[in-house]
């Protein structure tokens, strides 16, 4: 942004914010939001609750009182957030992502602090973990929703829930069931995608894609090198043989998997061994200019039945991705796209995650997202 661009932001702040004036309950509680934001987009090298009430000339303890026992309503804030990004930046080819930070923290005191993956760190490290609703059109991407991570020992510890003030209802749910809510919540705001992307945390999960599929959204899921499934459908039987009948015996459980049909196979056995895989070439494929020059992958794909509970599901893509200078590290997504869908817009949908990562990094380096 040049100069010109940032005083117009700095006077839009006001017009923005006013759209939110029906989520609190009296104007007093409102003019906080104005104090916080400009504050968040201050040139304050620390962005927590003292020194932004302390820049404005307000008790820190009135600011403090905002965020955590004046009455107004966060659930609006959100909806409404995402009415605005649908108004504004709707967008046919725009793509939903989902992701997860962590910001370390130290002690025990903060609530759902421990031990734990932090993924900006590469390790198990003392953080608290949120996971994110993002969304991408052309130039343009944002955050739409966003939950702290409440872990099981937290979530069955009423002690400590007391002590942080974790509501009651507040329930433990995993990351990809936040998530798949999450998702709900932004449809019914409108929200509407090409497709949905993530990493394959959440693309390993079942219910996850299941719920995807339930809600009638496309996406591209990385999923590990050892997800199972078929690179042709194995027969399935769905009532018993002649021949099971006149045995008589045991019943057996139907629809299941036929005696000669083939076991199910990881990703990576058949990318070195499914004729599906090894008749086709690499195909290279430009996915965007980056910073270092443009990325390039070079791509595979078959058509996939997933297993689910012993059984193939409906037919999927899977891809096998690699950079071209490091072709041992392998990269899988599984799609429920259609077919005749372009292999290069699911191959850059599949590397569309960026832009979550990029207002992870905004939001830390400059709004103090991990300042609390």
């Not at 006149?246 to 076991?263: H, I, S």
């Not at 893509?317 to 869908?341: M, R």
């Amino acid at each position: 942004m040049d100069a010109f661009e940032i005083k117009a932001a700095g006077r839009g702040i006001e017009k923005f914010l006013a759209e939110f004036s029906d989520c609190f309950g009296r104007c007093d509680t409102e003019s906080y939001l104005a104090v916080y934001v400009r504050g968040q987009n201050s040139d304050l090298q620390r962005k927590s609750v003292e020194p932004m009430a302390l820049r404005a000339g307000i008790p820190p303890r009135s600011l403090q009182a905002f965020l955590s026992l004046l009455n107004w309503d966060e659930e609006r804030v959100v909806d409404r957030v995402q009415q605005i990004v649908m108004r504004d930046h709707g967008h046919p080819k725009a793509i939903g992502l989902v992701d997860e930070t962590a910001s370390a923290k130290k002690g025990t005191h903060t609530a759902a602090v421990q031990r734990q993956w932090n993924g900006r760190m590469g390790k198990v490290d003392n953080c608290v973990v949120s996971v994110h609703l993002g969304y991408t059109a052309g130039r343009f991407h944002c955050l739409l929703d966003s939950d702290l991570f409440l872990p099981e020992k937290w979530a069955d510890d009423p002690v400590r829930r007391e002590e942080a003030g974790i509501p009651p209802e507040v329930k433990y749910r995993s990351k990809p069931q936040i998530a798949l809510d999450q998702i709900r919540r932004a449809l019914a705001n409108g929200v509407r995608v090409a497709a949905w992307t993530f990493d394959e945390h959440y693309g390993q999960s079942y219910a996850f894609l299941d719920g995807l599929d339930a809600l009638g959204q496309t996406y591209v899921a990385e999923v590990p090198v050892t997800f199972h499934g078929w690179a042709v459908p194995p027969k399935v039987l769905y009532r018993a043989t002649p021949q099971e009948l006149r045995q008589g015996g045991k019943k057996r459980r139907f629809p299941r998997l036929a005696g000669t049909a083939a076991r199910p196979s990881e990703a990576r056995d058949l990318l070195h061994h499914s004729p599906a895989f090894l008749k086709q070439p690499w195909i290279p494929i430009h996915i965007k200019e980056g910073e270092k020059g443009p990325l390039v992958r070079e791509v595979k794909v078959i058509r996939f039945w997933m297993q689910r509970d012993g059984l193939p599901t409906r037919e999927h893509w899977l891809i096998a991705a690699h950079d071209p200078e490091q072709p041992h590290d392998l990269k899988f997504f599984v799609s429920n796209a259609p077919a005749g869908t372009p292999l290069e817009w699911l191959v850059y949908v599949g590397y569309s995650r960026w832009p979550i990562e990029q207002c992870f990094q905004e939001g830390k380096d400059e709004l103090g997202f991990d300042h609390f």
